[in-house]
């Protein structure tokens, strides 16, 4: 007889399923015999018998007159790419991410999410880290403090109060790079099996984290004033969900940005629905004038800003940080200790407070921006001969989210132009409905090399021959 078939197998089989789905964790203890027995309509008799055998496996163990627990032995592995549901390579988030991460010099890369090296300040950061090596002995091995570098922080607190947002040092903390300050923010406000608002598009990575969290994700349209008021106060209404994450200004993957009248709405709603509002500001300095910002509108009450240096400064020099509720941030101080033993390397915060802090930051960010604006016109123009046309024109920033022309579809270009040492970012990638199959997002201070539009021309030719 198979063991699932047993009542035995059958309270085995309920155990180890809620191992796999991290229900149960490394150290948990495990229900009473008694209220298992009760929950799974057994006698007690079998449920000790089930533990005795999962015990042997490995899977469990026994703690004499406490119970059983959770052994490391045995324990799944959390594989993010079984979290993220199985699609296509070529519209699967992970690989836009490894193509571009994983490119060598002579592959064109106008989807990847920065800017070239020579767009970079990478004079002041050479003259950074040479002042770097003459820093005390403490900055180059000791581990940081637990908020992080204070010199970077006074001077975060400084940009915020100069943007209408003046906050005491308690309510900021620097971290690792900006994909772990949300992923502390999942850690610290979610469970497996919350709901999340995401825009939709919505930047790629923001869909993997939080698969990897085992959270329901709920997309919002999102239109060039901010997400769609009415979807968004309706998914609260049916959704009741914990956190919605996004960025207010110069949009990923789209390029709009917040009108100020639906963040006053946003807001609204979610004060009626006690609802948490993370908001990536890593894109605030390609702005020419600020945008709504939701975090200076609310004041940090039901609102997180978080942000990283990553897109202006050096994608090899990370650190994020995370503004929020003094009392927030505490826990999630703690939180970091727990999983890092700190905030970011001395030696990356003290670089970067370096540059910051130096006159030429504001320089290089307004040379960047007419640049970028330079650039965004010319491949705007370049795409127009074949039927590509931007959703919107970006106040700033180097993305531009195009569409395509009727019956085409960006995946099957994407795989097209790879193959050709061309890595686009097909808009499904982007989508939690996976309706943007008409879109791709361009990066224009990587889409300068004509041979980007010559095999987007061949794509769309191949495309249309092959009747996809």
Known sequence: MKEGSTRTGEVMAAVRAKVAKHALLRGDRLPSIRSFAATMGVSPSTVVEAYDRLAAEGLIRARRGSGFYVAGTGLPPLAIADAEPRRERAIDPFWV?????????????????????????????????????????????????????????????????????????????????????????????????????????????????LRAHQVRLVGVPYTP???????????????????YITNSALHNPTGASLSPHVAYRLLSAASAHDLTIVEDDIFADFEPEPSARLAVLDGLNRVIRIGSFSKTLSASIRCGYIAARADWIEGLVDLQVATSF???????????????????YRKHMEDLRQRLARATRKLVSRLEPLGIRPWLLPRGGFYVWCCLPDGQDSTALARFAVAQNVVLAPGNVFSVAQTASSFLRFNVAQSHDPRIVAVLAQAMTSHRTDGN
């Open 342 to 360: 700190g905030g970011p390397s001395p030696v990356v915060t003290e670089l970067i407070a370096d540059v910051l802090a130096g006159g030429g």
């Open 97 to 209: 991410s490894r193509q571009s991460l994983d490119a060598d010099a002579t592959v064109l890369k106008p989807g990847c999410g920065w800017l070239p090296a020579d767009w970079m300040p990478t004079p002041a950061l050479r003259r950074a880290l040479r002042k770097l090596a003459r820093a005390p002995d403490p900055v180059l091995t000791d581990y940081a403090s637990t908020r992080g570098s204070p010199m970077l922080r006074r001077l975060l607190l400084r940009r915020f109060a100069e943007d209408g947002m003046d906050i005491p040092p308690d309510q900021l903390m620097l971290t690792a790079s900006g994909t772990q300050a949300i992923d502390l923010i999942c850690r610290f406000l979610l469970k497996p099996g919350d709901s999340v608002l995401v825009d939709d598009p919505c930047y790629f990575n923001f869909r993997s984290l």
């Open 225 to 243: 004033t901010g997400p769609d008021v009415t979807a968004f106060e309706t998914s609260l209404t049916a959704e009741r969900p914990r956190l």
